[in-house]
Nanobody
């Protein structure tokens, strides 16, 4: 059974930083592409960043230069370091996983497994 558990969300002022984590129970973790998505109230779920097992990354243009995605294979955990946060970054952030793709996709339809989400709120 695949389980994805997010943690680290919270409230921060604009310009601040936050790191969120996704721990997984996937046994063959090293063969999975992982990603972060976010969804604000009334909006569609959008891709934020994704990372393949070979550490190839992809970022949405809105977070390039501010967010950094990494994975610790020993801990089967993925991290999203978010700097210079803006109010428009406020959303529920979801962790997702799928079988390995060399070019990690950022569309939610491309992922099979999802976590329950962690809330990030950025105040102005």
């Amino acid at each position: 059974q695949v389980e994805l558990v997010e943690s680290g969300g919270g409230s921060v002022q604009a310009g601040g930083s936050l790191t969120i984590s996704c721990r997984t129970t996937i046994v063959t973790w090293r063969l999975y592409t992982m990603a972060w998505f976010r969804q604000a109230p009334g909006k569609e779920r959008e891709g934020v960043a994704a990372i393949a097992p070979d550490y190839t990354t992809a970022y949405d243009d809105s977070v390039k230069g501010r967010f950094t995605l990494s994975r610790d294979d020993g801990k089967t955990t993925m991290y999203l370091q978010m700097n210079n946060l803006k109010p428009e970054d406020s959303a529920m952030y979801y962790c997702a996983a799928r079988n390995w793709l060399t070019e990690p996709p950022l569309h939610p339809d491309d992922y099979n497994y999802w976590g329950q989400g962690t809330q990030v709120t950025v105040s102005s």
